[in-house]
């Protein structure tokens, strides 16, 4: 019996390392990393390895990033292969929460390198009931460099009748999807709002979106305020409303 596990113990231990040889021939070249002590794998690589703990792999490879992060910080360098060590994390583990939410906080949602696209997209999918981190992803793909409003519409338009979500967030997708449409029709669009009962004490936000929309200074607020009120009254038309309001469209 004795001999027996002995010679299971070495079958393991010649599979695994045969799994080892095997993955790292197969796994392509890697980018040229500047930063001292980064490695980025590729995931087939590193299944490969793992045996099946893909977790447990997941994790180790993102606190092996974090700790070359938190070093680059310190000594004042710059590290930029977090977002494909995130990416190759959560490759492993799709519901390995934390580098989605650590991502979604650190990048700057007006950042032009957009490296952490399919992570994000990862992680809207992976916890889609998620409304803290649908909006930061939201605003990330809205502010980037392709400024994508219709589909920071979509991720967010889900939790307009989502009790747990703060009152602006459940209205927010009103937001992107006005301004992934053209310029006229977004504000036919915020007039129409005006008309809505429900939107009685939301006269301040819609003028506001017509703001951004029209991108004019704060010093035309009140006047565009005023505007909505009186069409929300049925003092003024829309089509009257309309014509004040594009004219104030800085050429």
């Known amino acids: 019996m004795k001999l027996k596990n002995k010679f299971f113990a070495c079958f393991l231990a010649v599979a695994a390392l045969i799994f080892a040889v095997l993955g790292f021939r197969n796994s392509g070249d890697l980018p040229e990393v500047k930063e001292a002590g980064a490695f980025v794998p590729k995931t087939e690589s590193v299944k490969w390895l793992s045996l099946g703990y893909n977790s447990a792999a997941a994790s180790l490879l993102w ?95 889900k939790y307009a009748g989502d009790t747990t979500a703060p009152p602006h967030l459940r209205s927010i997708y009103r937001t992107f999807e006005l301004q992934s449409m053209p310029l006229e029709i977004s504000i036919a669009q915020i007039l129409d709002d005006a008309l809505n009962p429900d939107y009685k004490s939301f006269h301040r936000s819609l003028a506001i979106k017509i703001l951004r929309v029209l991108k004019l200074n704060n010093d035309k607020l009140d006047e565009i305020d005023k505007i909505l009120e009186a069409v929300s009254k049925g003092k003024i038309e829309s089509q009257v409303a309309y014509r004040e309001i594009m004219g104030m469209r800085v050429n």
Do not use: H, Q
């Open 63 to 157: 606190v092996d990033g974090i700790i070359a992060y938190s070093e680059s910080v310190v000594d004042g360098k710059i590290f930029g292969w977090l977002a494909n060590l995130a990416d190759a994390s959560t490759r492993l583990d799709s519901l390995f929460k934390t580098p989605y939410t650590f991502m979604s906080a650190i990048v700057a949602s007006n950042d032009p390198d957009t490296a952490d696209y399919p992570v994000l997209r990862r992680g809207i999918e992976a916890f889609p009931d998620d409304w803290r981190l649908a909006v930061s992803v939201a605003l990330r793909f809205a502010n980037g460099p392709d400024k994508n409003f219709a589909f920071a519409a979509d991720i967010m338009r």
